[in-house]
C-alpha cells in the first residue's frame, strides 16, 4: 500500500532544486556586494588622491605664489607722492610753492544722504556755498569711491572739533595734504599756468607716456602754462611705504619705507619784476608783451591781460569761478601772447625791407612819389596819410613809415618771395618756446591759399591780395610772440635763438643746475651791412619819427616800429575811432629793440583795439624799457587813465 504525501509538504525532488537556486542568488549578491565595496574605496581613494594632488599643488607648487597674496593681505603697499618742485624767477622770487595743510574729505559711495551728512558738517566745520559748488563739481568729475575734499585749509580749532565728533561720521575723515600755491596771484597767471586735479583725459596721457605708475597717489597735474610743459621735471618720483594693516584693514605699524624724490626747481629767465610793471602799465586794456634776450633767446617777460588767479584751480574751481571767467567778454583765459592772431600792421615793414634788401630789388635804389595812395589793377590802395609823405626813399620809408613805398615794394617782390623769406624769421609757424599751445599764425601764400579754401575760386590767388601784405594786412596774421621773436632774430643779425622761458633746470637735493642751453635754431644768411640798415632805420623812428615824442629824452638809444591793425575792413570809409564802438577799433602794436649798439632786449607789445601805436603800445614799451634798463619805476597808471582813441589822421 502506497503512501500518500503528508499534506502541505513539498513534492519529492523539489526540494534540492530550490536550494541551488539559494545558492546561486547569494553568489549574485555577494559579487554585487564586492563590486559596490570595490567602487566605493576606489570612489574614496580618487578623492584622497585629488585632495592629496591639491595639497600638494598648494602647498608645494604654489606656495610662493599664495604666500605673497597672504602677505598682500597682511601688508599693504601706500604710494607716497612726492613734493612738487618749486618755481622762481631770474632773481630767486619765487612764482610757485608747496604748504601744507589738512583737509576734510569725504568718500561720497560711503554715505547715503550727502546732502544731510554735510548740512551737519557744517555744523562742526564751516562749509562756504562756494565749498559745496566746488564739491559738486568735483563729484562730476570724480569715480564714486574717490576721496574728495569738501573744504580744504582747516584751522587747529576746526580740525580739533572735527576729531571730537569723527566717530558721527563714517566716511569722512581728515587728511593732512601739500597744497600748490602761486604767491604772485594774477601776475605771470599765463606763464606760469596751474595745477588741477588729474581727470580721465590726464590718466589716458600717462597711461600712453608710460608714466602712470609714477602717478599712483597724486590726485594733481599740470594744466597749461610751465607747470603744464614741465611736468616731468615738477612732479618727481612717487615712493611708497609698506604696512601691516588688521583685519578691519587699519594700518598697525610702517614695515619698510622708500622715499620719494621731490621734482626738480625751475629757475626762470623771466624778471617777475619787469612783469609786474608791464601788466600794471596795461590799466586794465586788453593785451599783449613779450621781451626777449635777443643774445639767447630767454624771455624776459610773458604778458597777457587780463589774467587769472591760479589759485582757483588748484582745489577745483568752482561753478561760478569758472563762468565768470570763462563767459567773460575780455576772455582772460586767453593766452593773447601765445594764441593771440593778430594783423601785424606796419610793425611787418621791417622785415619786408630787410627782404627787399636781401634781395637787392630795385625800389631800395631808388627815390619814389608818394602821393598818399596806390593805384593797382584799378584799384586805389589808401596811405594812412591823407595826401602821403612827398618824395620817399628805402631809409625814409621805416622812419615815416610809408604804405604806399610798401605797397610797390610788395608787388615787386612777389608774394612766394615773400612767404619764403618770411618764414625764415617762423613767421607762420611755431617758435618752439617751452610753453603748451602755441598758435602757428597765418603766413599768407599761394600754397596757403589752396589748403586753406575749399572753394576753387577762393583758392586762386591775386596780386591785388599782395599788396596789402607788404604792409601786414590781408591775411598775415601772427602772435605776440612771433613778432617779438623775429625783432630779437633781426636785433641779432639774423642768428635766431629759440625763445625759452626756462633758464635752469635745479635738483633740489644736490643743487645741481642744468642750462636749457641757447643755442641757435639757425643762422640765417643775411649780410650784416644790411641788418645795420634796417636797425638803423628803426632807430630813427625814436628819433625823429612816428615814435619820436614818446621816447624823448630816453637816457638809452633804441629802435621802434609803430603799427596800426585793422580789426575790419573799410570798404573804402574813413576811419573814425570815435564814431565806431571800442572792440572793433584798430589793435595798437609796437615793436622795439635797445640799447642800439648792443641790444639787450627786444620786444612787441599789442593794445587790442587801442589805435594808433604810437598812442597806446609805444608807451607800455617805453615804460618797460626804462625799467629794464635804467631801474626807473613808472607811475601809476589808473584804469581810467587809459589813453583815449587816437586823433585821425595818422601815420605809423
Do not use: C
Amino acid at each position: 500500500m502506497s503512501r500518500r504525501p503528508m499534506f502541505g509538504a513539498p513534492p519529492r525532488g523539489k526540494t534540492r532544486r530550490n536550494s541551488s537556486n539559494e545558492l546561486k542568488n547569494g553568489r549574485a549578491e555577494r559579487s554585487a556586494y564586492e563590486l559596490r565595496l570595490v567602487t566605493a574605496v576606489l570612489f574614496v581613494l580618487i578623492l584622497f588622491g585629488v585632495l592629496l594632488a591639491r595639497f600638494v599643488w598648494l602647498q608645494g607648487i604654489q606656495h610662493d605664489k599664495y604666500m605673497t597674496l597672504a602677505e598682500a593681505n597682511r601688508i599693504s603697499l601706500v604710494p607716497v607722492p612726492p613734493s612738487r618742485g618749486i618755481i622762481r624767477d631770474r632773481n630767486g622770487e619765487i612764482l610757485a610753492h608747496n604748504y601744507s595743510a589738512y583737509t576734510l574729505e569725504v568718500v561720497p559711495a560711503r554715505i547715503a544722504d550727502l546732502d544731510t551728512l554735510i548740512t551737519e558738517l557744517n555744523q562742526i566745520v564751516p562749509i562756504t556755498p562756494k565749498d559745496r559748488r566746488r564739491f559738486k563739481k568735483l563729484q562730476e568729475e570724480s569715480k564714486e569711491f574717490e576721496s574728495l575734499p569738501i573744504k580744504t585749509r582747516l584751522t587747529d580749532a576746526e580740525v580739533a572739533r572735527f576729531a571730537a565728533s569723527s566717530y558721527r561720521f563714517p566716511g569722512v575723515e581728515i587728511k593732512a595734504r601739500l597744497f600748490r600755491h602761486y604767491p604772485q596771484g594774477e601776475v605771470g597767471s599765463h606763464l606760469v599756468g596751474y595745477i588741477g586735479r588729474i581727470n580721465d583725459r590726464d590718466l589716458t596721457e600717462l597711461e600712453k607716456n608710460g608714466m602712470l605708475a609714477n602717478y599712483r597717489g597724486s590726485e594733481h597735474i599740470g594744466k597749461i602754462g610751465i607747470e603744464a610743459s614741465y611736468e616731468r621735471y615738477l612732479h618727481g618720483v612717487t615712493g611708497f611705504e609698506e604696512v601691516e594693516i588688521d583685519a578691519n584693514g587699519r594700518a598697525v605699524r610702517t614695515l619698510r619705507r622708500v622715499s620719494p624724490r621731490p621734482g626738480h626747481d625751475l629757475m626762470l629767465s623771466v624778471d617777475i619784476r619787469l612783469q609786474r610793471v608791464v601788466e600794471t602799465l596795461f590799466a586794465g586794456r586788453r593785451g599783449a608783451l613779450v621781451a626777449i634776450d635777443p643774445a639767447n633767446g630767454g624771455v624776459l617777460a610773458f604778458v597777457s591781460m587780463p589774467g587769472f588767479d591760479p589759485n582757483l584751480f588748484v582745489d577745483g574751481i568752482d561753478p561760478q569761478s569758472w563762468k565768470d571767467l570763462n563767459e567773460s567778454p575780455d576772455k582772460p583765459l586767453l593766452n593773447r601772447a601765445l594764441r593771440g592772431e593778430y594783423p601785424p600792421g606796419s610793425t611787418f615793414k621791417p622785415f619786408m625791407a630787410m627782404a627787399a634788401l636781401e634781395g637787392d630789388f630795385p625800389l631800395v635804389r631808388q627815390t619814389i612819389a608818394d602821393p598818399g595812395y596806390f593805384l593797382f589793377g584799378g584799384h586805389r590802395f589808401r596811405d594812412s596819410k591823407a595826401g602821403g609823405h612827398g618824395s620817399m626813399n628805402f631809409d625814409r620809408s621805416l622812419t615815416v613809415s610809408s604804405d604806399t613805398y610798401y605797397y610797390q615794394l610788395a608787388v615787386q617782390m612777389g608774394i612766394d618771395y615773400i612767404a619764403d623769406f618770411m618764414a625764415g624769421l617762423d613767421f607762420g609757424r611755431q617758435t618752439g618756446i617751452d610753453l603748451p599751445g602755441e598758435r602757428p599764425g597765418v603766413l599768407p601764400s599761394p600754397e596757403w591759399k589752396r589748403k586753406r579754401f575749399r572753394n576753387p575760386a577762393q583758392q586762386k590767388w591775386y596780386a591785388g591780395e599782395t599788396v596789402s601784405i607788404g604792409i601786414g594786412q590781408g591775411y598775415n596774421s601772427y602772435t605776440p610772440l612771433q613778432m617779438a621773436h623775429a625783432m630779437a632774430t633781426l636785433t641779432n643779425h639774423g642768428v635766431a635763438y629759440r625763445p625759452h622761458v626756462v633758464a635752469d633746470i635745479v635738483d633740489p637735493n644736490t643743487g645741481t643746475r642744468v642750462p636749457v642751453a641757447p643755442r641757435p635754431e639757425r643762422v640765417l644768411p643775411w649780410q650784416r651791412g644790411n641788418t645795420e640798415r634796417v636797425l638803423r632805420g628803426l632807430a630813427s623812428v625814436i628819433t625823429s619819427g612816428t615814435a619820436a615824442s614818446v621816447f624823448r629824452n630816453a637816457g638809452y638809444t633804441a629802435g621802434g616800429k609803430t603799427g596800426t591793425a585793422q580789426v575790419f575792413s573799410l570798404r573804402g570809409a574813413k576811419y573814425s575811432a570815435h564814431s565806431i564802438h571800442e572792440r572793433l577799433r584798430d589793435h595798437s602794436w609796437f615793436i622795439a629793440f635797445a640799447p642800439l649798439e648792443q641790444p639787450r632786449i627786444a620786444l612787441a607789445v599789442i593794445v587790442e583795439n587801442g589805435g594808433w601805436g604810437a598812442t597806446a603800445a609805444a608807451p607800455i614799451a617805453r615804460k618797460a624799457l626804462d625799467y629794464y634798463l635804467l631801474g626807473k619805476e613808472p607811475e601809476p597808471v589808473a584804469p581810467e587813465a587809459a589813453p583815449a582813441p587816437s586823433p585821425e589822421p595818422h601815420s605809423d
